[in-house]
């Protein structure tokens, strides 16, 4: 009953002034402002699809209320391990985001009013603190900013289903413009990265395999830190560190006679299971005397490598090789590609 009263106490303490406020893009309470915001967001377990999309779309709205507090802003996915009461009563996190569904939370926080599906919970004694998150989202959520940004998240789910209706479509995820960008960087269609995108998350941020890659480009941290990124979860830089990758395995086959579309599967094929491994599929194809520029004369003697006596035959510096889940890689790639070309024409 405590939770449940303050509760109601708090939703229903917007004013008509505050909320003026909030529309000139002035904060009532300045109880944030010039420091740096630390959220985590909980919106559910599941990686790829809706939920996906829903950590995206709160990550950009918590981006957007730090822009209005003037506040800077560090935002991580919450640990299946971890309580965050602890740190939320402490200030070591500012706001946790979860699902709507998530019900009573204990004397301990308090929760805003829902903005989409869900509702941002912060420490009970911080009755300051949720009066200005509760007259920001009562204000932004009724703004062509808010109505753009849900749109952009709520009208991309599959693009593949547009695909399967014939359906044409000028956009293809929530990224597209991200996506344009470091796509001119590498020199590729646009609809290729996106491809590469889609393959990896299905445009989920949210996206952690069992090895630890992460975020939309499925980049491993060691290949972040090597690149002097550090936020996967962010949607540029997560791009960025997987562009910057793609441009060095693309830089590799830069001299070795190859069209632009061969040189493209190889550096799927790298961007997988990595430059080593397929640097042993062409030295292999070589020996056999397989033209090695053509992906489809190296993917001739990956079942091989899966084999002892391929061992023996000649050197594999990284040892057998399945390459089942590179070739189906590669493959479905190209596929989405193509229906990407037929979804987005232009």
Same mark, same amino acid.
């Given at each position: ?41 909980? +919106? ?9 999309? =829903? +950590? ?51 004397? &301990?926080?308090?929760?805003? =009013? ?17 009066? &200005? ?13 808010y109505k753009e940004m849900w749109m952009k998240y709520h009208r991309s789910i599959n693009p593949l289903s547009r695909f399967d209706r014939n359906m044409i479509s000028s956009k293809i995820s929530p990224y597209d413009q991200l996506i ?19 393959? &990896?998350?299905? #445009? ?43 441009? =060095? ?5 830069? &001299? ?7 040189? #493209? ?16 599929? =062409? ?40 390459? +089942? ?22």
């Open positions: 009953m405590r939770y449940c009263a303050a509760f109601a106490l708090i939703f229903g303490s917007v004013t008509i002034g505050e909320r003026s406020n909030a529309v000139d893009g002035i904060s009532p309470y300045e109880t944030f402002g010039g420091d740096t915001l630390k959220c985590v967001i909980n +919106t559910g377990d599941e990686n790829y699809g809706r939920n996906g999309f =829903r +950590t995206g779309f709160s990550y950009e709205l918590l981006q957007a209320f730090a822009g209005h507090v003037g506040a800077t802003v560090e935002i991580k996915l919450a640990d299946s391990h971890c309580d965050y009461v602890d740190s939320l009563q402490s200030g070591v996190i500012d706001i946790m985001v979860l699902p709507d569904t998530c019900g009573h939370c204990g004397p &301990e926080l308090i929760l805003s =009013r829902k903005i989409d599906r869900a509702v941002w919970a912060v420490n009970s004694e911080d009755i300051s603190k949720i009066k &200005e998150v509760n007259t920001w989202i009562a204000t932004f959520s009724e703004s062509d900013r344009k960008t470091y796509a001119g960087k590498l020199g590729w269609d646009w609809r290729m990265l996106a491809a590469v995108i889609y393959q &990896e998350s299905k #445009f989920s941020i949210n996206t952690v395999s069992h090895r630890g890659a992460t975020g939309l480009m499925q980049v491993m941290p060691s290949t972040a830190e090597y690149y002097g990124i550090s936020d996967l979860l962010d949607p540029e830089e997560n791009i960025k560190a997987g562009t910057m990758h793609l441009a =060095r395995l693309q830089k590799l086959y830069s &001299e070795d006679g190859m069209t632009d579309m061969e040189k #493209f599967k190889f550096v799927l094929a790298s961007y997988n299971a990595g430059e080593g491994r397929i640097a042993d599929c =062409r030295n292999l194809a070589a020996a056999r005397n397989l033209d090695n520029t053509r992906w489809d004369e190296v993917l001739k003697v990956i079942p091989s490598m899966r084999e002892e006596a391929t061992l023996q035959e000649t050197y594999l510096k990284f040892g057998k090789f399945n390459g +089942t889940e590179t070739m189906n890689y590669v493959e479905n790639i190209l596929n989405i590609y193509s229906a990407f070309c037929e979804i987005c024409p232009a």
